[in-house]
């Protein structure tokens, strides 16, 4: 009897069946995050949590794209890359625009809520990175999904510390530089996606 120890077909269902299934997991938890950081956001009037909460609405989208392509080919992954990387580099944009615009009308946020809430959020990312781990190396498109995932991480953190600096400071500054800080990091992380997608787009031309 044929089995996935023998069977190279069987092996590739396999992971596409698993690879699907964290999808959907992650999926779910950036869009309930989503909801939960942007009312956070814009009842604090912090930058990083709006910023974050845009971040898992993006991450949310990618994940559901994700699953589309899953069992497709080399191309079709190659392009919800590419699509990926479009959508961190204007999440990029969004948030270079709004910390203009805090500079411009200053506002001091409210730590305790930017605080906890970041700590769910790092939670809720951490959970995402765990099911993500094993996943990074299959294809490019997981391995996209898991750098967005690592990015989140990262983003996180900064807004602790940017709770901790509003406490400290009384001031809305350590929120804005955490949002343009933020902004760099997804135009970052949108060119190596990007670069990636279209070396990858090239190849299956050839």
């Given at each position: 009897m044929a089995?996935?120890?023998?069977d190279?077909?069987?092996?590739?269902?396999?992971?596409?069946?698993r690879?699907?299934?964290t999808?959907?997991?992650?999926?779910?938890?950036?869009?309930?995050?989503?909801?939960?950081?942007?009312?956070a956001?814009?009842?604090?009037?912090?930058l990083?949590?709006l910023?974050?909460?845009?971040?898992?609405l993006?991450?949310a989208?990618?994940?559901g794209?994700?699953i589309?392509?899953?069992?497709?080919?080399?191309?079709m992954k190659?392009?919800a890359?590419?699509?990926?990387?479009?959508?961190?580099?204007?999440?990029?944009?969004f948030?270079?625009?709004?910390a203009?615009?805090?500079?411009?009308?200053?506002h001091?946020?409210?730590?305790?809520?930017?605080?906890?809430?970041g700590l769910?959020?790092?939670?809720?990312?951490?959970?995402?990175?765990?099911?993500?781990?094993r996943?990074?190396s299959?294809?490019?498109?997981?391995?996209?999904v898991?750098?967005c995932?690592?990015?989140?991480?990262?983003?996180n953190v900064?807004?602790?510390?940017?709770a901790a600096?509003?406490?400290?400071?009384?001031?809305?500054?350590?929120?804005?530089?955490?949002?343009?800080?933020?902004?760099?990091?997804?135009?970052?992380?949108?060119?190596?996606?990007?670069?990636?997608?279209?070396?990858?787009?090239?190849?299956?031309?050839?």
């Amino acid at each position: 009897m044929a089995n996935c120890c023998n069977d190279k077909a069987c092996e590739i269902e396999a992971l596409r069946g698993r690879q699907s299934s964290t999808l959907k997991w992650v999926l779910g938890i950036n869009a309930v995050m989503f909801a939960v950081e942007l009312t956070a956001g814009l009842m604090s009037g912090s930058l990083s949590l709006l910023a974050d909460s845009l971040d898992m609405l993006g991450d949310a989208l990618v994940y559901g794209f994700s699953i589309y392509v899953v069992a497709r080919g080399a191309r079709m992954k190659a392009r919800a890359a590419l699509f990926k990387g479009i959508i961190m580099a204007l999440f990029g944009l969004f948030v270079l625009g709004q910390a203009i615009y805090k500079m411009l009308f200053p506002h001091v946020p409210v730590y305790e809520v930017i605080g906890v809430i970041g700590l769910l959020a790092l939670a809720a990312n951490s959970i995402c990175f765990v099911l993500l781990w094993r996943h990074r190396s299959d294809d490019i498109n997981m391995s996209s999904v898991w750098l967005c995932s690592r990015n989140d991480l990262i983003a996180n953190v900064s807004v602790l510390l940017a709770a901790a600096g509003v406490w400290l400071t009384h001031s809305g500054w350590p929120d804005i530089l955490v949002g343009l800080a933020l902004a760099a990091l997804f135009a970052r992380s949108a060119w190596f996606v990007l670069r990636g997608a279209i070396r990858e787009l090239r190849t299956t031309d050839a």
